[in-house]
DNA sequence: CAATTTTAAGACCAAATAGTCTTTAATAGG
DNA sequence: CCTATTAAAGACTATTTGGTCTTAAAATTG
C-alpha cells in the first residue's frame, strides 16, 4: 500500500521522534543502520523531508537530523501526503475509478470502511503523540527493530 | 495494495462469470473494451491465468475465454496469490519483517486487524457465490464501469 | 483442406520506483 | 582560518511493473 520511501519516512520520524533534540541530532549513518534502510537513499528520502518542513538537520560535525517543535505536530497522514501523495491510499481497491459509496464497486464495503478508519487515525494523531504512545506500551509495542538495536 | 495486473484480473474474472459460458466465449478484445483494460497486456493477463486455471479458453472463430465448473469454484484470494503472490498483502504496513501480534509495529493493531477480515472475505467466497452477490445487488453495486456498456 | 479467427508464446519497449555515487556547501572545533 | 564532518544537490544506474508487438498454433467454417 505504502511505497518503500513511506514506509522508511514514517519510520524514520518516528525514530527520531523518541531519540532525537535540537541538541541531539542522529546522522543518516546512525539512523540508516538502526532501521536497517539503505543509507543514501534514506540521506536523499530525509533531504525531502526537510524541504517539507516535516524534518529538521543541521550541517557539519555534531550536526544531522532532528525534530523541533513544528515537525512534531506534523501527522503520520502529513508524511504519506509528502512522499507518496494521496492518489494511491484513497483509490478503489480493484481500481475504479467510479467507485464510491454511491456507486461501489463489488468489494467497496468490504475495504472502503477500513480505510477510513485508518485514515482518520493517521491524521488525528500527531507525532509527539505517537511517540508518546509508543513509549507508554514499552518495548512489546515500539519499533522493535530498532529499539533493541538503540544502545 | 493490489497491482493493476491483480486488479484487472479479478475484475476480468467476475466480469466473465457474469457474462460468459462455455458456449457464450468472449474474446479479449470486448472484454478489454469493457473493462476499460489495455488489450494486449489483458490477452497476456488472460493466459497465465489460463495457465493457473483460474479462466478457460478456446482458439479460432467464436473462441475466447468463459468460466468452467472449477473456474467458478475459485475465489478472489486464489487471483491475488496467482498474480501478486501473497507477500505484499500480508506484509507489516511499515516494512518491519518482524512484525506480528506478539512483537507489534506501533501501527499494526491499526491496520492488521482489518488485513485478517478483508482477506477472510477474499477466501471465503468462490467466484460464483462472489457473482451472484453482484448480480443481487442490482446494478447500485455491480462493475458499474462495464455493466453499464454490456449492451 | 484452405481461409479466417482467435488464443499462446515470447521478445520487446516504457515508465516508475528504488537505490547509488560524486560534488558542493555549511558548520564546528582546534 | 584550516580541517574535518556533516547534510544538500543532483546526476546516474538498476529493478520492477506496466504495456506492446509479432509470430505461431489451434479451431471453426465453407
Not at 505536530?73 to 481497491?93: H, L, M
Not at 488525528?124 to 511517540?131: D, L, M, R, V, W
Request: charge should be positive; glycine fraction near 6%; proline fraction near 4%.
Amino acid at each position: 500500500m505504502l511505497s518503500n520511501a513511506a514506509q522508511y519516512a514514517i519510520r524514520s520520524i518516528l525514530y527520531l521522534a523518541l531519540y532525537s533534540s535540537a541538541t541531539q541530532r542522529i546522522r543518516t549513518k546512525k539512523i540508516s543502520q538502526d532501521l536497517e534502510v539503505p543509507q543514501p537513499f534514506l540521506a536523499k528520502l530525509l533531504q525531502r523531508l526537510g524541504g517539507a518542513d516535516l524534518v529538521s538537520s543541521s550541517k557539519g560535525p555534531n550536526g544531522g537530523f532532528y525534530l523541533n517543535k513544528t515537525n512534531r505536530n506534523k501527522t503520520v497522514w502529513d508524511i504519506i501526503v509528502t512522499v507518496d501523495g494521496t492518489e494511491k491510499f484513497n483509490q478503489c481497491f480493484l481500481g475504479l475509478h467510479t467507485c464510491s459509496d454511491n456507486n461501489p464497486c463489488p468489494v467497496h464495503f468490504n475495504v472502503s470502511p477500513f480505510k477510513q478508519i485508518i485514515k482518520k487515525d493517521f491524521k488525528g494523531k500527531t507525532i509527539a503523540q505517537f511517540s508518546e504512545e509508543i513509549k507508554k506500551r514499552g518495548t512489546v509495542l515500539s519499533l522493535k527493530d530498532f529499539d533493541a538495536l538503540h544502545k
